[in-house]
Nanobody
Framework: VQLQASGGGLVRPGGSLRLSCAVS????????LGWYRQAPGQQRELVAT???????NYADSVKGRFTVSKNGRANTVVLQMNMLKSEDTAAYYC?????????WGQGTQVTVSS
């Protein structure tokens, strides 16, 4: 399984970014897909996930600002990030879980700064 993340960059506070993760096989093969992030000196933390049954889970810090979705046709997982804050600055990692197996993509850097 390969996960290829893209879409990171530099954005000003209040701005938006859209992260996309290309999955090397059907998204329907996975129990959970989503995104984690890791800021310098911090532990990796959950941002948002979506289950096979389309149940979504968000970190409290991003609720109302971020939206996670998956596209079964394109085999992608997307994280739409709005109203970005400086504390959202981190490397963002695509995540996939198939039964007990966990897969990670490479990180894509998101920097929120004026």
């Amino acid at each position: 399984v390969q996960l290829q993340a893209s879409g990171g960059g530099l954005v000003r506070p209040g701005g938006s970014l859209r992260l996309s993760c290309a999955v090397s096989e059907s998204t329907f093969n996975f129990n959970i897909l989503g995104w984690y992030r890791q800021a310098p000196g911090q532990q990796r933390e959950l941002v948002a996930t979506v289950t096979l049954g389309e149940v979504k889970n968000y970190a409290d810090s991003v609720k109302g600002r971020f939206t996670v979705s998956k596209n079964g046709r394109a085999n992608t997982v997307v994280l739409q990030m709005n109203m970005l804050k400086s504390e959202d600055t981190a490397a963002y990692y695509c995540y996939a879980q198939k039964n007990s197996a966990v897969y990670w993509g490479q990180g894509t850097q998101v920097t929120v700064s004026s």
